[in-house]
């Protein structure tokens, strides 16, 4: 039996969390709470991802530290290597906690608690009601866009296979220059 074909299909592409956003949300919203926003951000990880986080995913490589992630959707391995705002919030994460992202009170999220707690804190610093958790996706995808890798590295980093990196990267990136992005898009 074949696959019924989606209803409704989501296209939010243009919302991403700009540079500001993340610092306008951080000055009003608690620490676990700006911790979920900015791993998200750093990573790619969608909510259920984010919130499975442990110290048992961070590798140390002859380059630095890495996150090695099984992805709970497409069950891809992400290679995400670990820049400075991440090795931040890891750093920060008191030694005897093995989840990365918890409430207040040190206990595990659930996906619903993690963005529901990242939408109250949007609406309270007055960000667009358009930004969601789930953003945070396409925001790290342009990150590694703008700095330059090679689309087998944001596969990598992303979790993705190759084809599903060079759509996502035409979907995210559709302002580019055709002859930039025909170039970005050599693996």
């Known amino acids: 039996m074949g696959r019924l074909p989606k209803a409704y299909k989501a296209d939010r592409a243009e919302v991403v969390w700009t540079e500001a956003d ?3 949300f951080t000055a009003l919203a608690p620490e676990w709470a700006s911790r979920i926003l900015l791993a998200a951000c ?9 919130i499975k986080l442990s110290r048992a995913h961070i590798e140390d490589t002859p380059g630095g530290r890495r996150i090695r ?9 992400a290679h995400i290597p670990v820049l400075p705002r991440m090795a931040a919030i ?3 994460t008191p ?6 992202l918890t409430n207040t009170n040190g206990q595990p999220l659930t996906e619903h608690r993690a963005s529901e707690g990242v939408r109250q804190r949007r609406d309270k610093a007055k960000l667009s009601d358009r930004l ?3 953003d945070a996706r396409g925001t790290a995808a342009t990150r590694p866009l703008n700095a330059g890798l090679s689309l087998a590295q944001i596969a990598s980093f992303m979790g993705w296979g ?3 990196a060079q759509n996502v990267i035409e979907h995210y990136a559709p302002d580019l220059p055709p ?9």
């Open 95 to 100: 030694k005897d906690r093995l989840l990365i």
């Open 22 to 24: 993340p610092a306008t």
């Open 90 to 92: 890891l750093d920060a």
């Open 132 to 134: 969601r958790l789930q």
């Open 69 to 77: 992630i099984r992805t709970n959707k497409r069950g891809r391995v």
């Open 42 to 50: 750093e990573t790619g990880l969608r909510p259920g991802d984010l």
């Open 179 to 187: 002859a930039s992005l025909t170039a970005f898009l050599r693996p």
């Open 162 to 164: 190759l084809r599903h």
